[in-house]
């Protein structure tokens, strides 16, 4: 019997993950973080409520329960990174340096002062091996898979870890929380960045960055109208630009965002979804973080360059210690600068980096 830290959040996957744990005979302790300070009264990010359902959970599996704050490490490792990218015209993603800096190493670091030889978290993950050679695998349920959010754990921060939710889909993850009586068996997935919630991102923004207005151009140069900051809007963006019922040369097609010219804080866009700005068959990515022996240059992988996306088939044209440059078998849409690309061999997660750069396919017309 071990003694196992788990992380709950107050959802049905951190819930069964803490069930299975204790239904194997292991000394179970479970854990909320806290790691955002409210900063007004409304209920955007119900951090009390989460709390109260994992009381409920601790009640129901008889475990102990303790809430830690890590508040001022995610503002320092994590919130700090998040608007420092926003202002650089990039798009971060939170919830991989939130794995990597808090969950993986401040609260790795809490679980193991408590003695516990492991910790335990709802990942939908899989590891496999024993360091310093342990592997970390896609989830068995490739919609729910997480290994993407993980790529920056190293050796020694997924040597202890535990993803018993690896092997399940989902819909008997929910099964499981109802047999054992859990009462967050019916709760709806979290979804979002938790310091965010429900709350407008322009208008969460606004709170930290100053707002600085400029025109959405075409690549030629026309004028089609303006932005209220760069900072809101992402490569392949549609929605928000205001400009829909504006048509150009290329007829009714739906305007997309395409790149940003932090110069002349000017935001191009383009018509149609297949544009050639929208097209990247390379990108170069830097931050690289590789959980076991780095990619091979001139071997074929897969990638993914957001979550939820089905491995692109890649060729690793250079590699160095600090960048690394893809080309794509078929042209990625809207990579985009900010975001993670992770590389896979299989089912095997090897690691990644930041998206610096992709080079558009000027030129290339439709499929």
């Not at 998040?82 to 202002?87: D, G, M, R, V």
Request: hydrophobic residues 40%; glycine residues 10%; proline residues 5%.
């Amino acid at each position: 019997m071990s003694k196992i830290v788990v992380g709950l959040s107050g959802g049905v996957d951190s819930a069964v993950t803490a069930w299975l744990l204790k239904q194997a005979g292991h000394e179970v302790v479970g854990i909320f973080m806290k790691n955002w300070e409210a900063d007004d009264l409304e209920d955007d990010c119900p951090i009390a409520q989460d709390f109260r359902d994992v009381l409920a959970i601790g009640e129901v599996l008889g475990i102990e329960i303790e809430q830690v704050n890590f508040s001022r490490e995610y503002q320092e490792r994590v919130f700090a990174y998040f608007l420092a990218e926003y202002q650089a015209g990039r798009t971060p993603n939170p919830d991989v340096l939130c794995n990597a800096e808090i969950k993986f190493k401040a609260f790795l670091d809490h679980a193991i002062s408590l003695g516990a030889e492991h910790l335990a978290t709802g990942h939908y993950a899989r590891l496999e091996g024993e360091s310093p050679n342990r592997r970390l695998l896609k989830a068995v349920d490739g919609n729910k898979d997480q290994s993407y959010f993980l790529y920056r754990l190293n050796q020694a921060q997924i040597a202890p870890a535990l993803f018993p939710l690896g092997d399940l889909p989902k819909p008997r993850v929910r099964e499981l929380a109802r047999q054992a009586g859990l009462p967050v068996a019916e709760k709806k997935d979290s979804t979002g960045i938790c310091f965010i919630g429900e709350r407008p991102f322009r208008e969460f923004l606004q709170r930290y960055l100053p707002t600085q207005p400029g025109n959405m151009v075409t690549p030629e140069g026309k004028v089609m109208g303006r932005h209220q900051g760069l900072m809101y809007h992402t490569l392949g963006q549609r929605k928000g630009l205001g400009i829909g019922g504006v048509k150009d040369n290329e007829g009714d097609e739906p305007w997309f965002a395409a790149g940003k010219n932090l110069e002349r804080n000017e935001l191009i866009v383009v018509q149609g979804h297949d544009h050639p700005l929208l097209l990247s068959a390379t990108l170069r990515a830097d931050q690289l973080s590789w959980i076991g022996a780095p990619p091979e240059a001139g071997r074929r992988y897969g990638a993914k360059t957001r979550y939820r996306q089905q491995d692109a088939a890649c060729v690793v044209e250079s590699i160095t210690a600090d960048e690394l440059v893809l080309r794509f078998e078929q042209a990625q849409w809207a990579v985009t600068p900010g975001q993670s690309v992770v590389l896979y061999d299989g089912e095997v997660c090897l690691g990644g980096g930041v998206i610096a750069a992709a080079e558009p396919m000027i030129g290339v017309g439709k499929d």
